[in-house]
C-alpha cells in the first residue's frame, strides 16, 4: 500500500523556521523525483520545492529560493523527505503536501502521481 505521511506543520511567528518531514512507501520511491508543493486557502496548489531520486539535483520555486531547503534519505523501505523552512513570512501560510514522481525534475503537479494529505503550516505576523 502506497503512503505518504507529513509531518512537522505547525503555528511559527514570522522570522521562525520549521521542518517538514514525509514518509513515503509502498513503491520504489528511491527512484522518484520527490516534491513539496502548498496550497493557501482559496489560492491554487503551488510548487514549492523538488528533489530527484539520487538528491544530487534540487529545484526551488523562486519565491522560496534561499529559504527552503530539500533533502533526501532513501532507506530500504520508507523514503524520507525534508523541507526545511527558515525566515518563514505570512505568506507561506498554507498545506503543504509532499508527493512522488517518476519524471526526472518533475515540477507541475500533474506530474506527480502520489501525494499525501498534507501538513499545515501557519505563519503569524
Known amino acids: 500500500q502506497v503512503q505518504l505521511v507529513e509531518s512537522g506543520g505547525g503555528l511559527v511567528q514570522a522570522g521562525g523556521s520549521l521542518r517538514l518531514s514525509c514518509a513515503a512507501s509502498g513503491r520504489t520511491f528511491r527512484m522518484y523525483t520527490m516534491g513539496w508543493f502548498r496550497q493557501g486557502l482559496g489560492k491554487e496548489r503551488e510548487f514549492v520545492a523538488a528533489i530527484e531520486w539520487s538528491g544530487s539535483r534540487t529545484f526551488y520555486a523562486d519565491s522560496v529560493k534561499g529559504r527552503f531547503t530539500i533533502a533526501r534519505d532513501n532507506a530500504k523501505n520508507t523514503v524520507t523527505v525534508y523541507l526545511q523552512m527558515n525566515s518563514l513570512e505570512p505568506e507561506d501560510t498554507a498545506t503543504y503536501h509532499c508527493?512522488?514522481?517518476?519524471?526526472?525534475?518533475?515540477?507541475?503537479?500533474?506530474?506527480?502521481?502520489?501525494w499525501g494529505q498534507g501538513t499545515q503550516v501557519t505563519v503569524s505576523s
Open positions: 508527493a512522488g514522481s517518476p519524471m526526472y525534475g518533475a515540477s507541475k503537479s500533474g506530474d506527480y502521481t502520489y
